[in-house]
């Protein structure tokens, strides 16, 4: 128990006696090393900000072409768009020229029906007069050579006999 009470001592007057130096000595040494690793630390952040810079950059030149891209896709599309509106503007106009022509035609038919049920008309009231017991032989003739076959040569009061509106030459009819 001596000897641990002896060395305890020697212990502490080993550390009491020694000089103060060392410790400043480990502290310089402590500050280089903190130094150091400041600086290696600054200049890890130097690089990572200048590449944050530099991907900055490349994301800007990114966003300007594809804006460039954008607007030139964007004026591909405007001149599809006014390609389609031409093309269907012309084959709208022809569908409409096909329409007045059909239109047209149509007209011609019932002109053409109008005429048909005209001379039908006529027919029966030829008939009715050629039957009529009230008019002689010689007035049935006088008529038949005046209008032979043609409606707009009937005499006056036959050619009325048929709204004014609906007569139509006999010449302008082509069957």
């Known amino acids: 128990m001596k000897k641990i009470k002896i060395l305890q001592l020697f212990t502490v007057g080993i550390l009491v006696f020694?000089?103060?130096?060392n410790i400043y000595g480990q502290l310089a040494i402590a500050q280089i090393i903190q130094a150091g690793i400041k600086r290696v630390i600054k200049a890890v952040d130097l690089r990572i900000q200048r590449m944050q810079n530099q991907t900055i950059w490349l994301q800007n030149a990114q966003k300007?072409?594809?804006?460039?891209?954008?607007?030139?896709?964007?004026?591909?599309?405007?001149?599809?768009?006014?390609?389609?509106?031409?093309?269907?503007?012309?084959?709208?106009k022809e569908l409409n020229k096909v329409k007045s022509v059909i239109r047209y035609y149509h007209k011609i038919t019932q002109m053409a029906d109008l005429q048909k049920s005209?001379?039908?008309?006529?027919?029966?009231?030829?008939?009715?007069?050629?039957?009529?017991?009230?008019?002689?032989?010689?007035?049935?003739?006088?008529?038949?050579?005046?209008?032979s076959r043609d409606p707009?040569?009937?005499?006056?009061?036959?050619?009325?006999?048929?709204?004014?509106?609906?007569?139509?030459?006999?010449?302008?009819?082509?069957?």
Do not use: D, M
């Open 18 to 21: 020694t000089p103060v130096t």
């Open 64 to 92: 300007e072409i594809e804006n460039s891209l954008s607007k030139l896709r964007l004026k591909e599309i405007g001149e599809w768009s006014e390609r389609q509106k031409e093309l269907y503007s012309n084959y709208y």
């Open 118 to 147: 005209i001379l039908q008309e006529y027919r029966i009231a030829w008939n009715s007069f050629a039957e009529e017991p009230l008019f002689n032989v010689s007035e049935k003739s006088i008529h038949s050579t005046s209008s």
């Open 152 to 175: 707009s040569r009937l005499p006056g009061e036959f050619r009325f006999v048929i709204p004014h509106s609906r007569i139509i030459p006999y010449s302008n009819v082509r069957c």
